[in-house]
Each structure stands twice: as structure tokens, then as C-alpha cells.
């Protein structure tokens, strides 16, 4: 499950993103534009930051941008920087020892057959993509199916 820290971390780079010229961008105005409490975003900001993904330029006329392309940057690149737990999809993936069971369980080979399609996925969508309605670089909508867009 995404949690609302990765969802807004998600928003704040497809804000940066949206930037033309790594424009500099008011942590203030990332909050007001992606509908993000100004408080919490600076935290997820300074994740961002401390992960390389973000730069920071403090003083008037500072803000923050992308350090690299959104045709670069994925929403896996995000999800592990935010909150790789969520990424999970059961403790016994993350943490062997945690269940008695692992060795000769029926069921974790396929749970883990789903978390690497999982994050695959999450791999493949881009924020250039993103920008784009989610579509890939043919103009193929990347997610479609019941109750999404096609």
C-alpha cells in the first residue's frame, strides 16, 4: 500500500518535474500547488534532498528541483526513498527470519513472484510518463484495465 508520505513525495515530484529549466521551486509553492501540508512536505523534502534525488538552494530566491531528468526518475526511485516497506508485500520477503515457516512454505515463492512484479512495475512508470497522462514513449497508456484510464 502506498502510504500518504509516498503519495506526497509522488506529488512533489511530479511537480518538479513539470518544471521547465530545473526551474527552482518555493518549498511553499510545492505545498500550496500538490495540496500538501507545508510541514510534513519539508520533511518528505529533506529525504528527497538527502537522498540526491533533490537539490536545495536555501536563501531568497532558493526552492528546490530535480537533480537528474523525470525521464529518469521512476516511482520505484521514489517508493524506496519514502517508504521501501511499502514495497512489501509480506513481512517474511522483507525478513526471513521473521516466520518458522519460510523454508518450506507453498506460498512465499509466489508472494515474491508478486513483489517482483510489483516493483517492476513501479520501475517502468517514469514521471516523464507521468506528465504525459501515463503514457509510455509510444503513446500506449501504461496502466489500463477495469476502472482505469486507457
Given at each position: 500500500?502506498?502510504?500518504?508520505?509516498?503519495?506526497?513525495?509522488?506529488?512533489?515530484?511530479?511537480?518538479?518535474?513539470?518544471?521547465?529549466?530545473?526551474?527552482?521551486?518555493?518549498?511553499?509553492?510545492?505545498?500550496?500547488e500538490?495540496?500538501?501540508?507545508?510541514?510534513?512536505?519539508?520533511?518528505?523534502?529533506?529525504?528527497?534532498?538527502?537522498?540526491?534525488?533533490?537539490?536545495?538552494?536555501?536563501?531568497?530566491g532558493?526552492?528546490?528541483?530535480?537533480?537528474?531528468?523525470?525521464?529518469?526518475?521512476?516511482?520505484?526511485?521514489?517508493?524506496?526513498?519514502?517508504?521501501?516497506?511499502?514495497?512489501?508485500?509480506?513481512?517474511?520477503?522483507?525478513?526471513p527470519?521473521?516466520?518458522?515457516?519460510?523454508?518450506?512454505?507453498?506460498?512465499?515463492?509466489?508472494?515474491?513472484?508478486?513483489?517482483?512484479?510489483?516493483?517492476?512495475?513501479?520501475?517502468?512508470?517514469?514521471?516523464?510518463?507521468?506528465?504525459?497522462?501515463?503514457?509510455?514513449?509510444?503513446?500506449?497508456?501504461?496502466?489500463?484495465?477495469?476502472?482505469?484510464?486507457?
Open positions: 500500500m502506498i502510504t500518504r508520505e509516498a503519495d506526497y513525495a509522488i506529488r512533489a515530484v511530479l511537480y518538479l518535474s513539470s518544471q521547465s529549466n530545473g526551474r527552482l521551486v518555493a518549498t511553499s509553492e510545492l505545498a500550496d500538490m495540496l500538501v501540508p507545508y510541514r510534513f512536505l519539508r520533511r518528505i523534502v529533506q529525504r528527497l534532498v538527502e537522498s540526491g534525488l533533490v537539490h536545495a538552494q536555501r536563501g531568497k532558493g526552492g528546490v528541483r530535480l537533480t537528474r531528468p523525470c525521464q529518469e526518475i521512476t516511482l520505484l526511485d521514489v517508493m524506496q526513498i519514502i517508504d521501501p516497506k511499502a514495497l512489501c508485500v509480506n513481512l517474511c520477503l522483507d525478513d527470519e521473521a516466520c518458522k515457516r519460510a523454508p518450506f512454505c507453498s506460498v512465499r515463492p509466489c508472494l515474491d513472484a508478486l513483489q517482483s512484479r510489483i516493483a517492476a512495475e513501479l520501475k517502468r512508470i517514469r514521471f516523464d510518463m507521468l506528465l504525459d497522462g501515463c503514457k509510455d514513449d509510444s503513446g500506449v497508456p501504461v496502466v489500463t484495465g477495469p476502472g482505469r484510464r486507457a
